[in-house]
């Protein structure tokens, strides 16, 4: 079973840094993407940032220019740097990723459980 195991959230004051960390694990043929989305209450699930394999990456334009997106292949895992950290970002973040299980599935998407990110005085 593939797991997506998200860590680093929490509670930091305005203009704050933050880490996410997300791990995947199980039996995993290869991860085409993998990236970050959040959900603030009473709103809908937004993309963040996606990294794809190959390098390319894609960013909010909420986000841009204060998160990174990085991912480490050989230890399948992927990060989100979050600098200048506002209220507005307060949300659940949300591990997400692209992948094959073997040579012969399909791709699938999957999920991690989500992280508390809470900017707040």
């Known amino acids: 079973q593939v797991q997506l195991v998200e860590s680093g959230g929490g509670l930091v004051q305005p203009g704050g840094s933050l880490r996410l960390s997300c791990a995947a694990s199980g039996s995993i043929f290869v991860i085409y993407s993998m990236g970050w989305y959040r959900q603030a209450p009473g709103k809908e699930r937004e993309l963040v940032a996606v990294?794809?394999?190959?390098?390319?990456?894609n960013y909010a334009d909420s986000v841009k220019g204060r998160f990174t997106i990085s991912r480490d292949n050989t230890k399948k895992m992927v990060y989100l740097q979050m600098n200048s950290l506002k209220p507005e970002d307060t949300a659940v973040y949300y591990c997400?990723?692209?992948?094959?299980?073997?040579?012969?599935?399909?791709?699938?998407?999957?999920w991690g459980q989500g992280t508390q990110v809470t900017v707040s005085s």
């Open positions: 997400n990723a692209d992948l094959q299980v073997g040579i012969t599935t399909p791709p699938r998407n999957y």
């Open positions: 990294g794809i394999s190959g390098g390319s990456t």
